[in-house]
Structure formats: C-alpha cells, structure tokens
C-alpha cells in the first residue's frame, strides 16, 4: 500500500477522551450481515444504547473498496440522509444512493466516539467491517439473450466455472415473486426445471395441468400458469419481451474447491420485436462527443414511420453499471427523410468522457402499413457508446504534466503531488485529476 493510502488511513481509531465514569461500548451487529454481500450501499448498526451524533469526534467513519479511500462520513454531517440517527438503538450511513456493484473487498471504519449514548457518558468503541462482493456467475444462454423471431419454450443454461447448481425451490410470494419466474407479454409462468451438474434445462408450457414437482404457489391461487391460449406446442409467437428471473438465494452453486454461494439477482432477456431493430448514426463506438442521433428504420417500404411517441434517451454508465439518464433527445420533425428516418438533437452535446447508452424505449415509434394496419416496435432497443473527451484516461492526463492532484468522484483526497507511475497503479475507478474527471480502467 503506497504512502498517499497509508496517509489517508491515519487516525482512522483515534480516540476520545473519555470521563472517569464512562465507557467504550462495542457496538452490536450490521445490515448488511459481514461477509457476502450482493451490493453495498449503506451499512446499519446496531448498538447497546441510543446513539447521539458526538460533536467531539473528528474522525469520520470510512469507506474503502479495495484499500482505496472512497468516502466518508462526519458524525456531526449535515448531508441529508446520510447519517441517520435511529430511537431503536441503530444508526446507518449511507454511503451511496446507488449501491456498489462492483466485485472486491468493502471496508468500513468506524472511529471510537463516533456516537455517544443518551442519558449516559458512554460512547462506542472502535470497530471496522468487511464485506465482500463475488464477481457473478457467468450464464451462457441458448438461444442467447437478445432479439428473437421467435420465442422457445425451451431454453438452457450453462452457468461457466461452476461445479454444480442446486435449486432451493424457493416458493412464490402472494405477488408471484420469490421462485424462479418466467415473464411474456400475456402473463408469466413457473418453469420445469432439471439440472444435469452445471446445465439447467427450462421447459415454459404449454402448461395444461402442474407437474408433480413443479415450484406452484397454493392450488386455489391461478397465477402459476400462462392464462392466455398457448400460441404453438413448441414457440410462444408474442409480441414484447420474455424475462426469466433467478431471485437472490433461489440457486447455490458449489464451486469447484467444494465452497457454496448462492446467486445474485438475475434477469434475463429475450425480445420478439414487430419490426427488426433499425440502423442507427453515429454508429455504436468511441466518439468526441453526442449530439445527433439518427434512426433508420429496417424494410423494403412496406411501412412508413410515424411521429415517435418516446424520443431516444441518453443514459450514463459509471465504473460500477449504474445508468442515470443525462439527456433527451428532441425530434426535429422536418428531418423524417422518406418516411423511413428520423433525426434527433441534444440541446447540449454531451463532451464529458465516459461510457453512455443510447435507449429506444419499448413504444418509440409506430409503423403504418399501406394496407391501413399498424405495428409497434414493442421492444427497446439500445446502443453502447464511449465519449473521449480531451481527456479519456490516465495514459493521456500523464503526459499532459508533471505531477498529479487525485480524488475521488466524491472528493475525498487520495494523493497530491503524485507522479505518473503512481497514478497508473491506482486501482480502477472515476477520478478527479488536476480538475479534470477521468476514469481509469
């Protein structure tokens, strides 16, 4: 660990003074439990008292992914919601709104003094916890996720480094959630499922009647089955989207050491689209930056296209998967060329460097055919771009001068002065450098 860490991990347990009478209490268990977790955002603890911020305590408590300093929290904060005092003997930090993903090793740091304890002179003793976050298990589809002519009610997985799978069974909740669920665009369905090692196989009906071992809520709920007329023995023909959701803890999976862990949330998709997913500009890839956008729609002129009903949306990807919607697109209606394409504009460019998503929403445009019929896309349709920037990564900012200011996106100070060398070993993430965001990968 170089000495910028080293420095910013300093008096991470200092200590305060505390009166002749009083006590550091060890503080009690967490939600999320210590170990495993699917995501970290915030961290609720437990204590042996109702805890009062401590005005006397300097040291904030410490988020650190990776033994990189990321965040931290005062205990006299003022942000909202992001120390939050609890009357049931618990307070939580939330470090982020949007949970890390990202897979690695979460440390939280709690000084001693931090709180103290109404109606006594006792504060809570010093104490750090560790979480960790496994990179999911690869699931390899056939047919793969993605656009289909149509939908099979067939499909199997093959979850990759895996020993074996195991399927709790898990059953549904009243709303139909919980168990291992397979959604369509006319109802949703418990799939047959058999397991051969690491290959599971999924049958999705037609479903006349409930095998013996299928995973069924009570018999008086008729939510199990497809309620709609089954389309075709072996293809379901539906327009929309096709979803089969693993809930968290609905498989283990024993590794090949002989370890367990259980599943993550998982979705995944498949789409039977109206119309073929059209052709879009600029083309998915690097760019300077994003500030028009075209769409060409598929065909040999059987259907012209009406005014979208939902305009492309810009979507922004941090270093740990989030989406946020940055920007919409606004339809220059003078642009549809032959009734077959349509131009959009940003009021502003987007120039900043980082990874963005261009979304076509599931209702964006109609197509009216010549016979006086109309059809829908009736899937969204996406597409992947990186902006540059002047300034797109380490590689560049090192050449640019001799030393280096770095932080984090939330501002907290990881070095000053730092040399080139230096900043490449800096683990991957956003950062700011000499004022200037940049992400290394």
């Known amino acids: 660990m170089n000495k910028i860490l080293l420095s910013a991990m300093t008096a991470v347990f200092a200590t305060v003074t505390l009166t002749a009478n009083a006590e550091a209490l060890k503080m009690g268990s967490t939600e999320p439990a210590i170990g495993e977790v699917e995501q970290f955002g915030s961290l609720r603890i437990y204590n042996p008292g109702v805890p009062v911020p401590n005005p006397e305590c300097t040291t904030p408590a410490r988020l650190y992914i990776n033994d990189v300093l990321v965040d931290e929290i005062e205990s006299t904060s003022t942000r909202v919601q992001r120390f939050i005092m609890q009357a049931d003997e618990c307070f939580t930090l939330n470090f982020s709104s949007k949970p890390y993903k990202t897979p690695g090793q979460y440390r939280v740091t709690v000084p001693e003094g931090f709180v103290t304890y109404k109606d006594t002179e006792n504060i809570n003793a010093a104490a750090e916890y560790e979480f960790t976050i496994l990179p999911p298990v690869k699931i390899v589809a ?13 499909v199997t997985l093959t979850f990759e480094g895996v020993a074996e799978v195991i399927d709790n069974k898990k059953k549904p909740t009243g709303n139909g959630d919980g168990a291992i669920r397979f959604d369509n665009p006319e109802g949703f369905c418990y799939p047959q499922i058999t397991i051969e090692g690491n290959v599971m196989s999924l049958y999705f009906g037609p479903n006349e009647e409930a095998p013996e071992d299928a995973q069924v809520p009570d018999e008086e709920d008729d939510i199990a089955y497809i309620a709609k007329e089954v389309v075709s023995e072996d293809y379901m023909t539906w327009i929309g989207e096709y979803t089969l959701t ?6 283990t999976f024993v590794m090949p050491d002989g370890t367990r862990r259980n599943n ?3 979705i995944l998709s498949w789409y ?8 879009v500009s600029p083309a998915p890839g690097e760019l300077d930056e994003i500030s028009e956008f075209s769409v060409t729609l598929p065909g040999e002129g059987t259907y012209r296209m009406w005014s979208p009903i939902e305009t492309p949306r810009v979507y922004s990807v ?8 940055v920007a919409k697109f606004v339809l220059d209606g003078a642009s549809i060329k032959d009734q077959r394409t349509a131009n959009f504009k940003l009021a502003t460019p987007i120039r900043e460097a980082g ?18 019929t109309s059809i829908w ?4 349709y996406d597409f992947n771009y990186e902006v540059t920037g002047r300034i797109s990564g380490v590689n560049e900012v090192s050449a640019a001068a001799e030393s280096y200011d770095v932080y984090t996106a939330a501002g907290l100070c990881v070095g000053r002065g730092l040399d080139s060398e230096t900043l490449k070993s800096l683990p991957a993430g956003l950062y700011i450098v000499n004022g200037k965001k940049i992400i290394k990968h």
């Open 318 to 325: 941090d270093v740990f998967g989030t989406m946020t919607q």
């Open 377 to 380: 896309n009736g899937c969204p």
């Open 142 to 154: 056939e047919p793969a996720a993605g656009f289909l002519k149509e939908m099979p009610r067939y």
């Open 264 to 266: 993550y949330l998982t």
């Open 272 to 279: 039977v689209p109206a119309v073929e997913c059209p052709t």
């Open 246 to 251: 693993f809930n968290a803890n609905n498989l």
């Open 355 to 372: 990874q963005y998503t261009v979304i076509i929403g599931k209702s964006a445009f109609w197509m009216n055919n010549p016979d006086g």
